[in-house]
């Protein structure tokens, strides 16, 4: 079940990027009309971009590689001046993704270049299982909307077992639950266990 949540999450994250994408190529197509000279200038990028690496798949002269190097940066700055002067943001002419961590793929490198699940697939996945849960209230039934008036304060042994009234009882299990969640990333720190039948509290 997990996987195919998973499996369906990576397939939005697959669209998203997809239309990301198809929508940039929309916007360059509208400004390149607007003004053909970025268009000459993406071309000349390119075509720069795809001569270093034949020079350095073959050894070339190093100089020959700073030159068009020098040539790229130069390309660059023509067309950020030109969006400038159009009053045109720099990340127009790149993809708008939903995530720029992950650029809506999922997945990031950590420093080691594995890959890794990004913090906004963690959010989707825990939203997902938040929703399965039915715990949709909880701006109402929180610690801090915590009563603890509504249990007896009286010590019932006889009915309980217990030599504390079943409002010390629940402070008890509150103050352990508050515990639980504060040390929740301690390896060291114990579990919860429920036990009773369904509908107790």
């Not at 402070?171 to 352990?176: A, E, M, T, V």
């Amino acid at each position: 079940m997990a996987n195919e949540i998973l499996n369906s999450l990576l397939k939005e994250y697959e669209q998203k990027k997809l239309k990301s994408e198809i929508d940039l190529e929309k916007r360059k197509e509208e400004l390149y009309t607007k003004i053909p000279k970025l268009k000459e200038i993406e071309d000349e990028l390119n075509y720069s971009a795809i001569q270093i690496a034949k020079q350095i798949l073959n050894n070339q002269d190093s100089s020959l590689i700073t030159s068009l190097q020098n040539k790229i940066d130069n390309l660059k700055k023509q067309k950020q001046n030109i969006l400038k002067s159009e009053n045109i943001e720099p990340n127009y002419l790149e993809p708008y993704y939903e995530c720029a961590l992950c650029k809506d793929t999922g997945y990031i490198k950590d420093n080691y270049s594995q890959s890794q699940m990004c913090s906004c697939l963690k959010q989707k996945l825990l939203d997902n299982a938040f929703n399965k849960s039915n715990m949709t209230n909880l701006n109402n039934q929180n610690f801090e909307k915590f009563n603890e008036l509504i249990f007896s304060n009286k010590v019932e042994f006889e009915k309980y077992k217990r030599n504390i009234s079943p409002r010390d009882n629940i402070i008890n299990i509150k103050n352990r639950c508050e515990a639980f969640i504060d040390n929740f990333d301690n390896p060291n720190h114990k579990n919860l266990l429920f036990t009773g039948n369904t509908g107790l509290r």
